[in-house]
């Protein structure tokens, strides 16, 4: 069965310090892999996605994400955070051919002046 | 170029009444998903238009059904309301050509809330 676990529920770094937030697939093919960020009342912005290729991949407000395939892992990482990116973040797997996306149930991300 | 737009923005509404949540998708995409956000857990697929259609749905009952209209604008209608159907529900929107590899982009969701 296809699933996304992310182990952090919550997480709490220092303004300026790296993040690394844990996502964990599991996916009976070649996973599609996105990291989406929720702030408090809104909808979901895509940081970034992997769907083939170099398995370092850029997003959007310094966010990178590397692809492990022997880990099945997509971790998201930042090198310095900034007390704007408070959020949640959310991982995910798919499409699958019909366009079904799986989340995580996020990891909520607190950020200490 | 407008993103993915849903209506209403926040609602309440009493157990057993039925609730309808519209969704305009992205310019030039033809496939609208309906996924359900309870508090502090992920979204969860509810179901997928395409072509009018219903093309694939997730586990929900079926007091959960949608509409796609031509111009690809899709509903999402929920029947006889329990408290456990309070909500963000989020619309997205694809180009639908097949799948794999299209990206996907969320509209802000309609807060729905169940009394």
């Known amino acids: 069965a296809q699933s996304v676990t992310q182990p952090d529920i919550h997480i709490t770094v220092s303004e300026g310090a790296s993040l690394e937030l844990r996502c964990n697939y599991s996916?009976?093919?070649?996973?599609?892999l996105f990291w989406y960020v929720q702030s408090p009342g809104q909808g979901l912005q895509l940081l970034l996605k992997?769907?083939?290729?170099?398995?370092l991949v850029q997003g959007i407000k310094g966010f990178e994400a590397e692809f492990k395939r022997s880990q099945s892992s997509f971790n998201l990482r930042k090198p310095s955070v900034h007390w704007s990116d408070a959020a949640e973040y959310f991982c995910?797997?798919?499409?699958?051919?019909?366009?079904?996306?799986?989340f995580g149930k996020g990891t909520r991300l607190h950020i200490l002046p | 170029d407008a993103g993915v737009t849903q209506s209403p923005t926040h609602l309440i509404k009493t157990r057993g009444q039925q609730v309808t949540l519209r969704c305009s998708p992205k310019?030039?995409?033809?496939?609208v998903s309906w996924y359900q956000q309870a508090l502090g857990q992920g979204p969860q697929f509810i179901f997928q238009?395409?072509?009018?259609?219903?093309?694939q749905r997730g586990n929900f009952p079926d007091r959960f059904s949608g509409h796609q209209f031509p111009n690809y604008s899709s509903e999402l209608n929920v029947n006889a309301l329990l408290l456990g159907d309070s909500a963000l529900y989020l619309c997205?929107?694809?180009?639908?050509?097949?799948?794999?590899?299209?990206?996907?982009?969320f509209g802000e969701g309609s807060w729905l809330t169940v009394v």
């Open positions: 992997y769907f083939s290729g170099d398995t």
């Open positions: 996916y009976g093919a070649t996973p599609y």
């Open positions: 310019s030039g995409h033809d496939t």
């Open positions: 238009y395409y072509e009018e259609e219903e093309r």
């Open positions: 995910a797997v798919g499409p699958n051919r019909d366009d079904k996306i799986i």
């Open positions: 997205a929107s694809s180009p639908g050509t097949g799948g794999r590899g299209n990206t996907i982009y």
